[in-house]
């Protein structure tokens, strides 16, 4: 049994400008112990898709529909009221972007980590405690760490902290949202390679969010390229990364730059679509090059060239 199984979600926003269909008939699966990567430009909907799965939604939503069953539970079926309980942060918790400073300034880190440990019932402060100091060790953090100010430590050190309080509650399901993005590239790795120590050490399932694909490719064992609120591609890192469908997957991947090559990283023509006034068939057509008359009218659908890697394009039917 799949882990997390997400069927047709969509998330649409209600703005000035329109409806947003920030994410829009996304589709799925993971294994328990897996790290999926979730890459795409900024505004391709990524962390909407973060915040459709944590059910934790502004109040501007035109549309909240679709199908998240995790670990065969159908999260849809629940309230509000079950989803908080049974679900979020119990067995799903996320870091959220940006989340290293929302640190409250003026408590100590330690009893920020503890906190959601001291809300469960019959759990004492020292139980509490001992579980922090535990945590801190496993991400490489000193036990002095738990008496200091978030102002007393460096960017990485709050990162790790804020890792630390999504994993309190021991969850299957941890979501990343660019955890790596304010750091600088040193500790970029630390955190990388603290991620692979969890996700090899605890089994744990990872949603790896990010716009970096050599990134993606360093922790993740299956990659979903996100493009105006689909996904256009998804399959094994290997399949996506060495064998790309799609043309946006490709051009993101000639962005990347190679060590042992000579070849000059290129960009993506043009600029995403305006969300709430989306182009006609196809969304990636406006900056495609390979871009023929079916792309204008229709909108594709996805195309499995194996069994592990899907693709949403209309070049895998041949031009008409």
């Given amino acids: 049994m799949a882990l997390l199984r997400v069927s047709d979600l969509r998330l649409y926003y209600a703005t000035v400008g329109g409806v947003l269909p920030a994410v829009d008939e996304v589709s799925l699966i993971m294994e328990g112990g897996e790290a999926l990567g979730v890459v795409g430009e900024s505004g391709a909907g990524k962390s909407s898709l973060a ?18 069953e995790f670990e065969g539970v159908d999260c849809s079926k ?55 100091q535990r945590q801190l060790e496993l991400l490489l953090l ?21 890792i630390a309080m999504a994993l309190i509650l021991s969850p299957k399901l941890v979501i990343l949202d660019e955890p790596t ?19 090899g050490e605890l089994g744990l399932s990872i949603l790896f969010i990010t716009h970096d694909l050599a990134l993606a490719s360093d922790l993740c064992d299956a990659i979903a390229v996100m493009y105006a609120g689909e996904i256009i591609e998804q399959g094994g890192v290997e399949e996506v990364l060495t064998e790309p469908g799609h043309p946006y997957t490709q051009k993101l991947l000639a962005t990347v730059p190679r060590l042992k090559s000579e070849a000059i990283p290129e960009f993506i023509p043009g600029a995403p679509p305006d969300m709430t006034h989306l182009p006609q068939g196809c969304r990636f057509h406006p900056r495609c090059p390979h871009a023929f008359e079916r792309c204008r009218r229709e909108r594709p659908l996805p195309f499995r060239p194996n069994p592990r890697h899907q693709v949403r394009c209309w070049l895998w039917r041949g031009r008409p």
């Fill in 181 to 199: 993005s304010a750091l600088d590239v040193i500790i970029q790795a630390q955190i990388m390679n603290v991620l692979k120590r969890l996700k």
């Fill in 51 to 68: 915040l459709a799965l944590m059910r934790t939604l502004p109040r501007n939503i035109a549309l909240y529909d679709g199908i998240i």
């Fill in 78 to 132: 629940l309230s509000d009221e079950e989803f908080r309980k049974r679900i979020r942060w119990q067995r799903i918790a996320m870091v959220f972007q940006g989340a290293m400073d929302s640190l409250n300034p003026v408590m100590r880190v330690g009893h920020q980590v503890a906190e959601p440990l001291l809300l469960q019932p019959g759990v004492s402060r020292e139980q509490a405690y001992a579980a922090v």
């Fill in 142 to 162: 000193p036990p002095e760490v738990f008496q200091r100010y978030p102002h007393e430590l460096s960017g990485g050190m709050r990162q790790r902290i804020m």
